[in-house]
């Protein structure tokens, strides 16, 4: 089967990747190698996934209809992953104008894309973001997502809106994934445990928000991939049936479906700081900062649905994760 990913140098792109080509699939991927983070990282991600010969790829920018439907039209894919998106919640803060371009035009690009091509199923990232200021734990796909807190998630919670019209005006199958502070080797540079670990491997001091009075569903990086490998052949099919519907959030108008992705834990940041020092060997110089402009208190995910779906629960202990992505980090940076 043939796959379409976008963001596949990205961090959660290429673990997907690798895990595809390793079952047989045949992938393409498009990516626009931004210098939002170090492109070398990107890149190097590329070069292992070239050394299988079931991969190929396109670079290129979400925004440039015309060089992403032709690469669909010629890959000819079943499937298309859509992982590629400006993230970052406080960058969105600086540069608000990179997540309208890439979240919002780049994502129509992509289901205008799906729509030519008549794909089988069509799978987009959104966010565990667009849960924003709810308060109500642990966060279910049904609750009502509408206050938001940045431009960020804003534009997340806007791709899911788009989609499910399109699923309903285009018969596109569709699922989206709200994917929960996602970790692991070959992580990206600006996000929490990345910065932690880099920090207090080189002697650097950490900035700690809100005190660490903060809680986050981490979930490991091979977790979250195989939830999607798993969800590629779940394929929504619009349902009025209720007794259904009681165990699954499919559209009943539309061949559409949101899906939690995350560990089903909530960690207290200064609980996950001491576990990264801990699998370092040495104690972070702290610099406890107040609350950020569009930080949430709490993530913490409720995945009733993915298991259902797949029967497969996230589940890798944090720690673990830790180690796993703390070896990696050494070895790649010879640290």
Do not use: C
Not at 139 to 164: G, P, R, V, W
Not at 213 to 240: A, C, G, W
């Amino acid at each position: 089967m043939k796959v379409l990913i976008t963001g596949s140098a990205g961090f959660i792109g290429f673990h997907l990747a690798k895990v595809l080509l390793a079952e047989g699939f045949t992938v393409h991927g498009y990516d626009g190698l931004t210098d939002y983070y170090d492109p070398v990282l990107k890149n190097n991600r590329h070069k292992i996934l070239m050394t299988n010969p079931n991969f190929t790829a396109t670079i290129g920018m979400l925004e440039d209809e015309k060089k992403l439907y032709s690469t669909a039209k010629e890959f000819k894919p079943a499937i298309i992953i859509h992982l590629a998106a400006q993230a970052g919640v406080r960058y969105s803060l600086e540069n608000p104008r990179s997540y309208i371009d890439s979240n919002i035009i780049g994502t129509f690009n992509v289901m205008e894309a799906a729509r030519k091509e008549k794909i089988k199923h069509l799978l987009m990232a959104s966010t565990s973001s667009v849960y924003g200021a709810n308060v109500k734990m642990p966060f279910i796909e049904k609750e009502k997502t509408d206050s938001q807190l940045t431009i960020y998630a804003a534009t997340k919670k806007a791709n899911e809106s788009m989609a499910h019209s399109y699923a309903y005006l285009w018969k596109i199958p569709t699922t989206m994934f709200r994917f929960f502070t996602v970790y692991g080797p070959w992580g990206r540079p600006d996000m929490a445990l990345f910065k932690f670990a880099s920090a207090i491997i080189n002697n650097k001091p950490i900035d700690i928000y809100n005190q660490g009075e903060m809680y986050r569903d981490f979930t490991y990086i091979d977790d979250l991939v195989h939830s999607i490998y798993l969800l590629i052949n779940k394929i929504p099919f619009n349902s009025s049936d209720t007794e259904n519907l009681s165990k699954d959030n499919v559209s009943p108008v539309a061949p559409y479906r949101v899906v939690n992705i995350g560990n089903s834990t909530k960690i207290k940041l200064l609980d996950f700081i001491e576990i990264v020092e801990d699998v370092i060997g040495k104690k972070a110089i702290r610099n406890y900062m107040p609350m950020q402009k569009g930080d949430v208190m709490s993530t913490w995910a409720d995945t009733s649905v993915l298991q259902n779906l797949t029967g497969y629960h996230p589940k890798t202990n944090v720690k673990d994760g830790v180690k796993n992505f703390v070896n990696w980090y050494r070895k790649y940076y010879n640290n």
